[in-house]
């Protein structure tokens, strides 16, 4: 819990992201499922799935280098 706790600030940057992006991060980082697994939930390809984490660890690193002066 206290982990979780620390990582507030990235969960918060999550949650600006575009859904796609959203949803993969939080199903494969938070909730542990792996890409096959969030490619049937979402009813995607497990290429868009792996796309989509690439992408939105991108997106995230550009949001947190804004907002809390991240390298």
Do not use: C, N
Request: net charge negative; aromatic share 12%; no cysteine.
């Amino acid at each position: 819990m206290q982990e979780r706790e620390d990582l507030t600030f990235v969960w918060d940057a999550v949650k600006r992201l575009p859904e796609s992006y959203r949803e993969a991060i939080h199903l494969y980082y938070y909730e542990g499922f792996p890409t096959a697994q969030i490619a049937e939930i979402l009813g995607k390809k497990e290429s868009s799935v792996r796309s989509d984490l690439r992408r939105g660890r991108e997106k995230l690193r550009e949001v947190l280098r804004e907002e809390y002066d991240f390298e």
